[in-house]
């Protein structure tokens, strides 16, 4: 038998060293980014916003394999029965942090804590620290802000005693506010979640993963599943929907169908990175056996779909609030010529071409808990936009075409943006025209 040659041999060894110390490198760099975040996120949004929110205690609870929403977030850890996280504002420039009944190296060794665990019980802390109003996660409409169970609330009540127990507000705005304000770290972030959602949608829908009358829809939905995998990502909304419009609407989603020439497809996923995860849209037209572009009609509603982008981007600016933006875009939108939807999905006889707006807060989750220019979500929309928000700029256009026989092509659109004193900015590059598979 012939032995391989020392280098070979060298090379193979480098490689496999290299591929665990890259490992574990990129567990710590992903440890160390969402560390450098927190820090940044107690330092400078923390104290403005529990002083907007007039909260002078914020405690975070939690249970044993039932952690907030905001569990990472703060620091992640081992949580024993019951853990707390409490931020007091005690004046300054800065909010005093504790930890109660949560532990663990990655939350003990990342600082920014300055009690851990410490001696004093729950109720003796609070009382010495006579807070007027102590904001707990509870809320009607954003889940985010709602990690607190009924009976935690009891126990906190019971443990805290009066007058504590009876101080205890929601502190949903505060959660949201935390959340959504974001520092240069996580603009960076999630920038890097953003680049690998278009980088695989785009790949998924081109011949590298389709051959048209052989791949079905699902086959494409387990293709992206097993990137995330190769990747240490997570997915944003479970399984990706992959799926196939015509002239009646959405036709099947990540299921049997087989892709075939002719069919107009579209993905609508997200990435999860660093604790942030993106929602993103791409679409792409299976060309006809000799064809090099798709029909006439399909690429005028594309078009129609980039001009509305156009006009909804430039509107986009902080110191309003989400509802009253949303207003306007449709405004501007109307007067360019394009028919605002009255209800989603449901395009009218009109031969405009029909909007439907839908901007909403993203993140953390691709549904994020900041303002949101949308009217499904009520509480959020009534938020003040404000720099540094991360909104998904999704909207749907409707646009008949004579190839459907008049029926309207559905294009979507969403990218990812962060809203600056300047407007929007595209965390990565947008779609700017239709993939097409041969």
Same mark, same amino acid.
């Given at each position: 038998m012939k032995r391989a040659p020392r280098v070979v041999l060298l090379v193979l060894l480098g490689l496999m060293i290299a591929s665990t110390v890259s490992s574990g490198q990129e567990a710590r760099r992903r440890w160390e980014m969402m560390r450098r975040i927190r820090l940044d996120k107690f330092d400078l949004v923390l104290p403005e916003a529990m002083r907007e929110n007039r909260i002078d205690m914020w405690i975070v609870a939690m249970k044993q394999n039932h952690p907030d929403p905001l569990w990472e977030d703060l620091g992640g850890g081992f949580i024993d029965a019951t853990g707390y996280f409490v931020f007091t504002d005690r004046g300054g420039d800065r909010v005093e942090r504790a930890v109660f009944g949560i532990d663990g190296h990655a939350l003990e060794g990342a600082g920014g804590y300055d009690l851990v665990n410490p001696q004093t019980d729950l109720k003796t802390f609070v009382r010495e620290r006579d807070p007027k109003r102590i904001g707990v996660n509870m809320s009607d409409e954003i889940g985010a802000a709602d990690g607190l169970t009924h009976t935690h609330f009891q126990i906190l009540v019971k443990t805290l005693g009066e007058p504590y127990g009876g101080r205890l507000v929601s502190a949903e705005k505060l959660a949201s506010d935390f959340r959504s304000r974001r520092v240069a770290a996580e603009i960076v972030a999630f920038g890097e979640a953003a680049g690998h959602a278009r980088e695989l949608a785009e790949r998924a829908l081109s011949n590298e993963v389709i051959t048209p009358g052989r791949t079905t829809l699902e086959d494409v939905a387990w293709w992206l599943q097993d990137r995330l995998l190769e990747r240490g990502l997570g997915a944003s909304f479970g399984m990706p929907s992959v799926y196939v419009s015509g002239p009646q609407g959405i036709i099947a989603t990540s299921d049997g169908t087989i892709i075939q020439r002719g069919m107009l497809l579209h993905i609508d996923w997200g990435v999860c990175l660093m604790n942030f995860c993106t929602d993103m849209k791409r679409t792409a037209f299976v060309l006809e056996a000799g064809a090099t572009q798709a029909p006439e009609g399909i690429r005028r509603a594309w078009d129609r779909a980039l001009a509305a982008r156009e006009i909804i981007r430039r509107a986009i600016r902080p110191g309003?609030?989400?509802?009253? =933006?949303?207003?306007? =875009?449709?405004?501007?939108?109307?007067?360019?010529?394009?028919?605002? =939807?009255?209800?989603?999905?449901?395009?009218?006889?009109?031969?405009a071409t029909e909007l439907y707006i839908g901007c909403h807060s993203v993140g953390n989750t691709g549904h994020g808990s900041g303002p949101s220019m949308v009217t499904w979500n009520p509480l959020q929309s009534t938020y003040v936009i404000r720099p540094g928000n991360l909104f998904a700029v999704e909207f749907f256009a409707w646009t008949p075409a004579a190839e459907w026989g008049g029926g309207k092509v559905r294009i979507p659109l969403e990218d990812d943006a962060v809203v600056t004193e300047r407007g929007v900015e595209w965390l990565a590059p947008v779609n700017e025209r239709i993939l097409l598979i041969k």
């Open positions: 309003v609030r989400a509802i009253d =933006m949303l207003d306007e =875009m449709n405004r501007k939108v109307a007067a360019a010529g394009f028919a605002v =939807m009255k209800e989603f999905n449901k395009p009218s006889a009109t031969s």
